[in-house]
């Protein structure tokens, strides 16, 4: 990435930034810069190659300063129509971070430019030059004096690209062996065939290049090293564990195209040293945050459900998600293993009760908690104190099924018509009711509203809201007595379900939640056996995703040297998480719902 060369003209400027604007070109434009870098005394000539560097401008004048900051963009972009006002930089707004400097030291690599030509081959490499043998030089005739201003013009036009840093995050592309070595197989002095000899390491691979006749000598790597680590094959290996993807579909690939690729094990390794360490150091640091924040209100909305990773009846794990439904943050995840608790039924109360007591630890403080009507859920809710009302998806599910099925036997099928009705309508009364009893008038009030009866004796709800119509089919109206109506009437009316009416939630609901447990299906499907940790970190990640934290905060969890003190050993850990963090979220990618496809039972992904 190039930047200009020079320094800032601004009179006055001694602490000057790295990223340098150029002055407009445009007269309309050019004047306020003019003025600023001058101080109000624009001379009558100025040079054309005016630059104003970044410690001048505001920061809303930026348009990708969080990337900058989080070490994602190179230098600094101005907005449209931007001006410089500032002389100095003020404390609380320095441009560099610490993090910045961290990213600066360990994630770029400095390449080392080469002095060979190498336009015989139209692509240019970093070398390593080994001393060359002396050679006669010739004198350079020196050129012909030239007006000053031609001399200004040709230096702005054909002004040379300075090398920036190598960074890890740059394109990559698919080379073949043939075209590579084309580059090596001809001595850039003498012209004559070499020696070359390459060594391959997963995605890596090396080129060492000698010349038998003048020595010359060079060294070629297609990736950079960190303590003797190839930075390519651990970022596909982080990138095949975040996304989701399958190392063995992923293998089949490479093996179709011919391309190089490290083995299964070299996978897990990779796994266990760096992407889980680093999933789990992120999770944590991020959770804490929350749990400070979620700590110092007054009174926290939570939704909790359990998610049982395993078809049939006799899962292996239980991952119990807790939800701050006023912000849809998932505030904590509980993976809790069957032989634990003695049997899959008692894997919801447990993640419960271990979410519960994380949350009082941290002295947050409950309001009520959404969840299902589990019967073990509501019990131990109800022995702590703690207020709970049902997610009206999960009872309009409920009574859906048990009218569909009413539906379908002999002199019932009038109850078909009003299965919409009667799904709006249990939503409606949870929205606008305040209270369980008048949540209940509301409930039975369809048992006359389906008779074309609209007002009712119960005081909390007297007539319906709606405006009164006269109907043309009057076929559809049920009339008391009849199969159709008593059946409807004993469903309604049951003992639970009125008991279940008058807990629905008023406002919060867990459809959140159960998007988030739906995304998991991309990331661990259930089809799949995974190890513990490799099931938690799949959690997480999904966590993080569904979080979208920016990866400025990445960074700054990784630069802890109190968890990783080896400094290669952090830069690599930052790259993974770059990567966490740079994943779109699931549900921006529209794929929340969909099924993945069926896929052949592994050890682990």
Known sequence: MAKPHGKCSVVGCKDEHRTLHRVPAAEDRKAPW?????EGDVPAKVGKKLLVCANHFQTDCFSNLGQYNAGLAGKLILKEGALPTLRGIPADEEHVSKCLVFIE????????QTAVSCKDFGTSTDPFIAPLPHRRSTAIQRPSKRPRLEEEEEEEEEEEEEEEPLQVFSLKYIVYETCLMELFEVCALCKRACAVK????????????LCKHCEYSRSWKSQPLVDNTPAGNVQLSAAVYISGASFFELQKVFKAMRLQLFPYDTFRQHARVFVEPAIVHTWRTWQELMLQQLSQQNKVTLGGDMRAHAPGHCPTYGSYTMMDLSTNTVVDLQLVQSDEVGGSSDMEKEGLKRSLALLGARGVTIECIVTDRHTQIQKFLREENIPQFYDVWHMEKRLSKKIDKMAKKKDCEKVKRWMPAIRNHVYWTAASSQTGPERVAKWTS???????????????????LHTIRKTRDKRKWLSAGTPAFDSLEKELTKKSVLKDIAKLSPHYQTSSLEAFQSAILRFAPKNVVYPYLGMLCRYLKLCLLFENIVPFLAVVFVCDFLVFPDPDSTWLHCIITRML??????????????????????PDQ
């Open 34 to 38: 003019l003025e600023f870098i001058f």
């Open 105 to 112: 030291k360990y994630i770029f690599v400095t390449a080392v």
């Open 198 to 209: 390459t060594q391959r390491l997963g995605t890596f691979v090396s080129v060492e290049q």
């Open 446 to 464: 369809l048992l006359n509203h389906v008779r074309d009866v609209h007002t009712h004796e119960d005081p909390l709800f007297p007539q319906c």
């Open 581 to 602: 963090m740079e994943d779109e979220p699931p549900h921006r990618q529209g794929i929340l719902f969909q099924n993945p496809g069926r896929e052949r039972a592994e």
